[in-house]
Structure formats: structure tokens, C-alpha cells
């Protein structure tokens, strides 16, 4: 071409093209330092005593073991170590590795943000399988981290995402979570570790989907931890809980399975404003269970819920009315003035579970109730002033349970055949209890405990309970006192059983009254009827 000078330009087209750095290929430990390049390991790396076998000091790095293993003598610290001085995104990969025996940690990332680890599996550390300390939005994928105290743990570490994760036969948790927020857990098995499938300790917003947690001591544990979303979870056959909370607030769990946990299906401890809906808890030890020590604590929503027996389980946190309903469990958790007549509690069939529990719920009336063959017939716990009255509850583990809950009245109350005690109080006291049979109970027909003072007993037969038809016990200084029981009938083989610590007074007969007598003749009422099966 030429210009209006004269002059002729000529125009050629080139293509450059820039190499990426060498592939390496290595076969022991070494320090991977060239950014940009492609590691590829050839060989095992066995039993090594190299405190940091595969040191990855630059960025932009990939390490494809193609299969191999990087193992450890037990004492050398780790097998695979990315660490920075400040936070900084390294986009490494690390792929395709099977990393044993490292002391402190099988695969470690300090600082390290932006990395990918995928086809992994990382077993027998006696620390943890896969560590992220102040590391966030790196990929997990397919690991497997087996065998180890810890499979993966995250400290400090957020918006990390984990897919297709399985860890199991862990000495400590499958996977535990410190500190961590936002990250994402999904397609996760978590059996078979001692301590818990999943643990989230002072961690947020994070969200578990698709997760199974059986065969651990606690399938999901959440420890002083708020606003996370579990959903489509599975969690049987844990030796303590499918579902623990403590202390642990605004959580969301739908879509859960707990089924044969030794403790419970779900189980919240001092935990407020969670939210667990379409759910099935069945054949635990109690599907559901929730302490509250203050009425803050009861502030939870719980509906679609089944139990055993394929029955509801009910949990109401206000004043409610009910009526003739069977039920596999229900709960009253700051309830006060609600009233129950004509319901049955219908548990498990092939075990003793669930129960109507009443948590922090006063002045309420409870009436007409079956509760047989369940963990308890009615339990109180911090429940006072409530009228409970013509109750059946036999072969429970206990027919009636009063737990720190004054002021109560129990009438015409049958409390047989249970595997411990008919009527068991512990630090409950100012109860009336009349017109009580507590027949051939395994343990005592009526066992008084610790600080239980000011009840009264009257009217009642307790007969062929194989420990004592009464019992008076203490805790150290924690003496029942001031109890009046009379008008009754005992007929055990030990009718009253005092313990020898007791120094206050409790009374078997009071002052003569006009009354029916409820055996012997007579029409003047104050003492007992004192009689054995011989």
C-alpha cells in the first residue's frame, strides 16, 4: 500500500505464542516454588520422616498425584502444605492424591483462599485429615477423609464449598466447623465417627444439604451456633442424638429424618428461635426433646412433625386447648393455662419412648390422659400451680415425673407396673398428691428426692412395689422435709425406705379429722395402713 508520499508500507500478520511453564514430575517431597506450573507426582511417597512433604510456596499451582500416595511416619507434621504470611487468593489444585500418617495434619492451608482440592482421599492422621485454617472460598470435591481424630476441619474459615464429601471412622468429629460462616455442605456422608457426623461450634449461616449422618455418636451437633439452614438430612442409629442443639439460635432444619438415635431424634438445649418443620422422628429413645431454663428458650417453631407410631408430635409455646386427640408425643413449653382432656400418648410399639412433657408451663389443666408404655406418662419440669387429674400411666419408665415444679395437684392418678418409680419428684415441693395407686412398680411406687419438701400424700394405696413402697432420699445437704403422708395404704415388703442422711422432720400421721377411712374400718381419718404381701 502506498501513502500520499510515496511511500509503500507493507502489513504482515503474526501469531505469538507464549508457552505455559514445563509440566514437572516429581517422586519425593519437595518444595513446589514455580508459578504457573503443572506438578505431577510418579511414584508413592512412602513412610516419610520430611516434616513438610509437598511444601506448595507458589501460586497458581497444580499438583496431580495421578493416583499416588503421600504417606507419613506418624511423626512427620504434614503431607500436602500451602501456608502464606497474609491472606492472599493462591488458586492452587491439588488433585487426585491419597495422603496418609501425617502428624498434624494430612493437607494443610494457612491464609490460602481461591484453591481447589478434588479427588482426595486423606486418612490415619492421628490430627486431622483436611485442615482450613483462615482459608475461605476454596472447592472441596469427592474427598474422602477417613480414620483420621478430625476428617476436615474449618477454623476461622468461610463461603467454602463442599460437595460429595464422605468421612467416617473419625476418633473426633467427621467434620467440624469453628468460626466458620457461609459456607456450603452438600452431598455429605458423615457415619461411623465417635464424636459427631457434623459439628458446628460458634458457627453461621452456613447451609447442609443432602446430608447423611448415621452411626456417630451425634449425627449433626450445633454448638452456640445461629442462622443456618439444614435441609434433607439423615440422621439414624447415632448412639446420643440424630439432632443435638445447644445454645443455639435461628436455625432452620426441614426435611429431617431421625429415626432409632439412642438419645433422641432432636434434641434442643437452651436453643430459641429455630424453626424445624416436614419432618420424622421415630423409634428414639424420645423423638423430641427440649430444656428451657429460661421461657426465652421455648420460643421455637415445630409443626409436621410425625413419631412413632406414625402419629403427630405437637409442640405448643402458648395457651392451647385440646381434646380428644392421639398423639405420639406432645410438648407444653411456656404454655401457661392451656388445657388437655382426653388425649393419648401413643409411642414407639416395640420400645418405651415419648411422652406429654410440660417445660416451664403454669396454671394448666390436664385431665383424662393415657400414657402407657412410654419413656414417661406426664413429665414437669419447671412447672408449677397446673391441676393434673384421673391419669393412667402404666409401664412407662416412670408414670409421673415432677422436676423442679411446685404447687401442683395430682388426682386420681393409676401408676403401675412402670420400670422404675409410679410418681418420682426431684427438687419439687408444696405438691398434693391424692388418691394415687401406685401398684408393682420395679423401683419405688413414690420416690421423694432431693429438696422435695411440703408435699403431701393422702389417700392413696401403694402396694407391691419391689424397692419401697416410699422413698425418702437425699443429696448432701438436700434433705426432703416437712412432707405429710397419711391416709394411705402400703403393702411392699419395705413400705417406707428413709435415707439415713435425713436430719428434717417429715410427717406419716397428722391430727384425727372426721373422713373416710381408705382401709380399715373407722370414721375418723390421720394415719397410714401399715401392711406387707406376707
Not at 203 to 231: E, K, M, P, V
Not at 282 to 290: G, Q
Not at 396 to 417: G, H, Q, R, V, Y
Not at 430 to 445: C, F, K, Q, R, V
Request: charged share 10%; with cysteine; proline share 1%.
Amino acid at each position: 500500500m502506498q501513502d500520499l508520499a510515496g511511500n509503500v508500507n507493507e502489513t504482515e500478520e503474526r501469531t505469538l505464542t507464549v508457552d505455559a511453564a514445563s509440566p514437572f514430575y516429581i517422586s519425593n517431597c519437595q518444595n513446589l516454588d514455580q508459578v504457573g506450573a503443572i506438578y505431577y507426582l510418579t511414584a508413592d511417597i512412602i513412610n516419610s520422616s520430611q516434616s513438610y512433604c509437598i511444601n506448595i510456596s507458589a501460586n497458581n499451582v497444580t499438583l496431580d498425584c495421578q493416583g499416588h500416595l503421600i504417606d507419613g511416619d506418624d511423626n512427620a507434621r504434614y503431607g500436602i502444605y500451602i501456608n502464606r504470611s497474609s491472606q492472599q487468593t493462591t488458586n492452587i489444585t491439588v488433585k487426585n492424591c491419597k495422603v496418609t500418617d501425617w502428624n498434624n495434619s494430612n493437607i494443610y492451608l494457612y491464609r490460602a483462599d481461591g484453591n481447589t482440592i478434588a479427588n482426595v482421599t486423606s486418612s490415619s492422621s492421628p490430627s486431622t485429615g483436611i485442615y482450613l485454617d483462615y482459608s475461605s472460598s476454596n472447592a472441596l470435591t469427592n474427598i474422602t477423609a477417613n480414620s483420621n481424630f478430625f476428617g476436615i476441619y474449618l477454623d476461622s474459615s468461610s463461603s467454602n464449598t463442599f460437595q460429595d464429601i464422605t468421612v467416617s471412622s473419625n476418633g473426633g468429629d467427621g467434620i467440624l466447623l469453628y468460626l466458620s460462616s457461609s459456607n456450603t455442605l452438600s452431598n455429605i456422608t458423615a457415619d461411623s465417627n465417635d464424636w459427631a457426623g457434623i459439628y458446628l461450634w460458634s458457627s453461621s449461616s452456613n447451609t447442609l444439604t443432602n446430608i447423611t449422618a448415621n452411626s456417630n455418636g451425634y449425627g449433626i451437633y450445633l454448638d452456640s451456633s445461629s442462622s443456618n439452614t439444614l435441609s434433607n438430612i439423615t440422621a439414624d442409629s447415632n448412639g446420643w442424638a440424630g439432632i443435638y442443639l445447644w445454645s443455639s439460635s435461628s436455625n432452620t432444619l426441614t426435611n429431617i429424618t431421625a429415626n432409632s438415635n439412642g438419645e433422641g431424634g432432636i434434641f434442643l438445649d437452651s436453643s430459641s428461635s429455630n424453626t424445624i418443620t416436614k419432618s420424622t422422628l421415630k423409634e428414639n429413645s424420645v423423638d423430641f426433646y427440649i430444656f428451657a431454663s429460661s421461657d426465652s428458650y421455648c420460643n421455637n417453631k415445630i409443626e409436621n412433625i410425625t413419631g412413632s407410631n406414625n402419629l403427630p408430635i405437637l409442640y405448643y409455646n402458648y395457651s392451647v386447648t385440646l381434646s380428644d386427640m392421639q398423639l405420639s408425643e406432645l410438648i407444653l413449653c411456656n404454655a401457661d393455662y392451656s388445657n388437655i382432656d382426653n388425649i393419648t400418648i401413643n409411642g414407639s410399639q416395640s420400645l418405651d419412648n415419648n411422652m406429654l412433657l410440660l417445660v416451664r408451663t403454669d396454671h394448666s389443666n390436664i385431665s383424662n390422659i393415657h400414657s402407657s408404655d412410654n419413656l414417661a406418662g406426664i413429665y414437669l419440669d419447671s412447672s408449677s400451680s397446673n391441676t393434673v387429674t384421673n391419669i393412667t400411666a402404666n409401664s412407662n419408665w416412670a408414670a409421673i415425673a415432677l422436676d423442679s415444679s411446685n404447687s401442683n395437684t395430682l388426682t386420681n392418678i393409676t401408676a403401675n407396673s412402670n420400670s422404675y418409680d409410679g410418681i418420682y419428684l426431684w427438687l419439687s415441693s408444696s405438691n398434693i398428691l391424692s388418691n394415687i395407686t401406685a401398684n408393682s412398680n420395679s423401683d419405688y411406687g413414690i420416690y421423694i428426692d432431693s429438696n422435695s419438701d411440703n408435699n403431701i400424700i393422702a389417700n392413696s394405696t401403694i402396694s407391691n412395689n419391689t424397692d419401697a413402697g416410699l422413698y425418702l432420699d437425699e443429696h448432701g445437704l438436700d434433705d426432703p422435709e416437712y412432707n405429710k403422708i397419711y391416709n394411705c395404704l402400703f403393702n411392699n415388703s419395705v413400705n417406707v425406705k428413709i435415707d439415713s442422711g435425713i436430719t428434717g422432720e417429715n410427717y406419716f400421721n397428722t391430727t384425727k379429722q372426721p373422713g373416710t377411712r381408705i382401709y380399715s374400718p373407722g370414721n375418723e381419718i390421720g394415719g397410714n395402713y401399715w401392711t406387707n404381701p406376707s
